[in-house]
């Protein structure tokens, strides 16, 4: 009966752990020269990995891979994303994130060096500075944006065009990241005039913060095709959906006067 009731317990547990995420993965340990290298997965906020002695099967070292930005207004646990599988090529370990983002550990420098996400919302083309639009590059090369920005290339696209102030010109946004802080965010660039608005980067706007890198998806919402939700505003002019997979999206929009948030749901 004890044993019930204990095993009860901690399956209620395990339930009321991961009620809103599925548990991670069991990743299948790899080794190389008697030191086993193996992810732990018992921490959403940080994906990273531990070396082993095999013979004394003591713990050498471990070292984070990636972490992950929580926004503070959602749901923590499924913002979590897990280390899915480790493989060895050479001196290099290759840790792969559930969304499928891969980073290489070199294991005589125990840097870690990462790779573009393998996943994306755009079509399967690489994005990369020679896909900037000559908008942006234009702002670059006045040096406006650079002095404490740069191109964000993490998600495809990489930018969006759309008339988001409502003034009948052709706006760019961009993704940026901020310098040396490495908060992602959004740069609006405006057709008229080359004025540049940041969003996130350090920037906080509602309920984004002021780092948008839980940011996995982002596109156009269309002022000519308004959202079928309830109580939507009025759109001056084309607005930005972004969104975290499942978890939640925000519109971001002109009211008039300066750029703002509207929460769709968490």
């Known amino acids: 009966m004890r044993f019930i009731l204990v095993f009860s317990a901690v399956t209620l547990l395990s339930y009321v752990m991961f009620a809103k995420r599925i548990a991670p993965a069991t990743v299948e340990p790899v080794v190389r020269n008697d030191v086993r290298y193996l992810a732990p997965n018992n921490d959403g906020r940080r994906g990273y990995i531990e070396a082993w002695d095999v013979q004394s099967n003591k713990k050498l070292w471990d070292l984070t891979v990636f972490t992950n930005a929580i926004n503070p207004t959602m749901e923590e646990d499924v913002q979590w994303v897990f280390i899915n599988k480790l493989s060895i090529r050479d001196d290099t370990l290759v840790v792969t994130s559930e969304q499928g983002n891969i980073s290489q550990v070199d294991l005589n420098t125990k840097t870690v060096k990462q790779s573009d996400p393998a996943s994306s919302q755009a079509p399967s083309t690489t994005a990369s500075p020679n896909d900037t639009p000559e ?38 946004a961009v993704l940026v990241k901020q310098r040396p802080s490495g908060k992602d965010g959004i740069a609006i660039v405006h057709g008229a005039t080359d004025k540049i608005t940041i969003l996130g980067a350090g920037t906080a706007i509602g309920n984004g913060g002021d780092d948008f890198g839980w940011m996995d998806s982002w596109h156009i919402n269309s002022k000519g095709n308004p959202n079928n939700r309830t109580n939507t505003p009025k759109l001056h002019g084309d607005a930005l959906l972004v969104s975290k997979s499942e978890v939640g999206s925000a519109l971001i929009y002109w009211n008039g006067k300066r750029y703002v948030w509207w929460q769709q749901g968490d």
């Open 135 to 172: 908008e942006i590059k234009r702002v670059v090369g006045n040096g406006v944006l650079t002095k404490d920005y740069e191109l964000s290339f993490r998600l495809k696209p990489s930018y969006l065009r759309g008339d988001f102030n409502g003034d009948g010109k052709v706006d760019v």
